[in-house]
């Protein structure tokens, strides 16, 4: 192998239509997607041989821990810096994420994520940052549960494949529903459970999920989502119950 051929799917801006460009550029072992986008950046010339404008994306650690650089790579919605080419069926297509309003070429506005983990108060409520002293014991079990579902990095590939998460939709999202889970777990983050739990009541809470499950699959953390999803429908449920008796 000689050369990389890669079919990138643009869009100029976030009202311009999208549009399809094709680039070859010189086999270089060991290469992943970013190095090549990389490398179409010095030379941006594509396969007809036209100079055209450099294709944008972003990313950072390089490591697959940040999640800026998701996309879809033939198909597969995936971090960009472990997509490697020896291992990707030529032409390589590469896209956007679909869920989320494009910003130029393969970079996505996630908004909606953070907005949902706004919206869940995914984060520990603390009064202040004197010393508070030692906090609550956590049982070796507890850890190996929270450090999973904190290894979340808002790439997006949950919602990306998850079909009940439409463009224009109001689901959280399967990756907010986790941290709900996360925050409940901690023994100060449960001091506002049931605010977040409220949240997951209303409309585009946990009843939007169709449990398809393909949230699971494609998360490159491993993080049990079907699991969180399914304690978060237990505490919903809890939840409801215990307003009803005590209201009645
Ligand atoms: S749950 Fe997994 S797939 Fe979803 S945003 Fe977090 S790391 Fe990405
Ligand atoms: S299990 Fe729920 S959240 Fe996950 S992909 Fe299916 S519908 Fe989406």
């Given at each position: ?16 239509g ?14 992943n997607?970013i ?60 896209e ?10 393969l ?37 190996q549960?929270a450090?999973?579902?904190s ?28 941290q709900?889970?996360?925050?409940n ?12 739990i ?50 009645a």
């Amino acid at each position: 192998m000689d050369t990389i051929s890669f079919r990138i799917k643009r869009q100029d801006t976030p009202e311009g239509g999208p549009y399809w460009e094709e680039f070859v550029i010189p086999y270089q072992k060991n290469s992943n997607v970013i190095s090549c986008l990389m490398d179409i950046q010095k030379n941006p010339v594509n396969a007809k041989g036209r100079e055209v404008a450099p294709v944008v994306w972003e990313s950072n650690c390089l490591e697959e821990v940040c999640g800026t650089c998701t996309m879809r790579v033939n198909g597969q919605v995936r971090q960009a810096c472990s997509a490697l080419i020896d291992r990707l069926e030529q032409p390589i297509v590469v896209e956007p994420m679909s869920k989320f309003p494009v910003v130029r070429d393969l970079i996505v506005d996630r908004t909606r994520m953070f907005d949902a983990l706004k919206q869940v108060q995914a984060w520990v409520p603390v009064d202040g940052y004197y010393d508070l002293g030692p906090g609550e014991r956590i049982s070796p079990n507890h850890q190996q549960i929270a450090y999973k579902l904190s290894e979340c990095m808002t790439c997006g590939c949950c919602v990306e494949a998850c079909p009940q998460y439409a463009k224009d939709g109001d689901f959280l999202g399967p990756a907010a529903v986790s941290q709900v889970r996360l925050f409940n777990m901690h023994p100060t983050g449960k001091n506002i459970a049931e605010e977040r739990i409220d949240v997951l009541t209303q409309k585009g809470g946990i009843t939007s999920c169709g449990n398809a499950q393909n949230c699971v699959e494609v998360c490159p953390k491993g993080i049990p989502l079907t699991e969180s999803i399914a304690e978060m429908g237990r505490q919903v449920s809890q939840r409801f119950w215990k307003t009803l008796f005590r209201a009645a």
